[in-house]
């Protein structure tokens, strides 16, 4: 069974995933919404910076978030000279690097979700004098909504299995940055085999149901559309 200490880093878990998603949704929006329709013959480059968490080695992403939120740090000692704390191994500083880890899971779907809404339904609706923001929230969005759907499962999933980034940032610290990825290597490393279990087995239903809901709804969405 899940022990206290657990459930918490659970708790914790789950929290860090769901302030990273909505974040990652309004501040990655509109960024892929300008990456989908962009010309701008140096967009490539924004794009490598979207899709660079990908290939960048979790620990290196950390190690410089650990150095800009630290005391000494651009943004921590910035942050102690206006009265506050550094940010680093505080659950600010886990979501800040989650949001920049997670950044491709979700601009991608999104870019590639606006892309296929194409450019002929909103010249429509601009020809029936319709706003910009009326196009895009009456339009763009509901074709785009199976791209927000996956976007928001696996922005949330792929937070739910941190461990190298939140490490560095979080450190270890139970009841405030310890994440359910770091309670399984702790348990782990005590040959707590049986809590391990316990926690990964959780850790994968909750993945697979998360999976199971978009591609089930993906499936309906592409049966009803005409």
Same mark, same amino acid.
């Given at each position: 069974?899940?022990?206290?200490?657990?459930?918490?880093?659970?708790?914790?878990?789950?929290?860090? @995933? %769901?302030?990273?998603?909505?974040?990652? $949704?309004?501040?990655?929006?509109?960024? !892929?919404?300008? +990456? /989908? =329709?962009?010309?701008?013959?140096?967009?490539?480059?924004?794009?490598?910076?979207?899709?660079?968490?990908?290939?960048?080695?979790?620990?290196?992403?950390?190690?410089?978030?650990?150095?800009?939120?630290?005391?000494?740090?651009?943004?921590?000692?910035?942050?102690?000279?206006?009265?506050?704390?550094?940010?680093?191994?505080?659950?600010?500083?886990?979501?800040?690097?989650?949001?920049?880890?997670?950044?491709?899971?979700?601009?991608?779907?999104?870019?590639?979700?606006?892309?296929?809404?194409?450019?002929?339904?909103?010249?429509? @609706? %601009?020809?029936?004098?319709?706003?910009? $923001?009326?196009?895009?929230?009456?339009? !763009?969005?509901? +074709? /785009? =909504?199976?791209?927000?759907?996956?976007?928001?499962?696996?922005?949330?999933?792929?937070?739910?299995?941190?461990?190298?980034?939140?490490?560095?940032?979080?450190?270890?610290?139970?009841?405030?940055?310890?994440?359910?990825?770091?309670?399984?290597?702790?348990?782990?490393?005590?040959?707590?085999?049986?809590?391990?279990?316990?926690?990964?087995?959780?850790?994968?239903?909750?993945?697979?149901?998360?999976?199971?809901?978009?591609?089930?709804?993906?499936?309906?969405?592409?049966?009803?559309?005409?």
């Amino acid at each position: 069974m899940l022990t206290e200490h657990d459930l918490t880093a659970l708790a914790i878990t789950l929290r860090l @995933a %769901a302030v990273t998603t909505v974040i990652l $949704l309004l501040v990655g929006t509109p960024v !892929a919404w300008w +990456l /989908a =329709r962009s010309r701008w013959r140096f967009k490539f480059l924004v794009e490598s910076i979207v899709a660079l968490p990908l290939v960048l080695p979790p620990t290196v992403l950390g190690f410089y978030l650990l150095i800009a939120l630290g005391p000494r740090g651009p943004i921590g000692g910035l942050m102690e000279a206006l009265g506050g704390q550094p940010l680093a191994f505080t659950f600010t500083g886990l979501v800040i690097g989650s949001v920049i880890y997670s950044m491709p899971f979700v601009i991608q779907p999104l870019q590639d979700a606006f892309a296929a809404v194409g450019r002929r339904p909103m010249e429509v @609706a %601009a020809t029936l004098r319709a706003s910009p $923001l009326d196009r895009f929230f009456s339009i !763009a969005v509901p +074709l /785009a =909504r199976p791209g927000f759907l996956t976007a928001t499962v696996l922005g949330f999933a792929h937070t739910l299995g941190e461990f190298g980034v939140v490490l560095m940032i979080g450190g270890n610290i139970p009841g405030s940055t310890k994440v359910i990825s770091i309670a399984i290597y702790d348990h782990v490393e005590s040959l707590e085999y049986i809590q391990a279990h316990w926690i990964s087995g959780t850790l994968l239903l909750l993945s697979f149901v998360l999976l199971m809901a978009v591609y089930g709804f993906n499936r309906r969405f592409r049966v009803v559309r005409p």
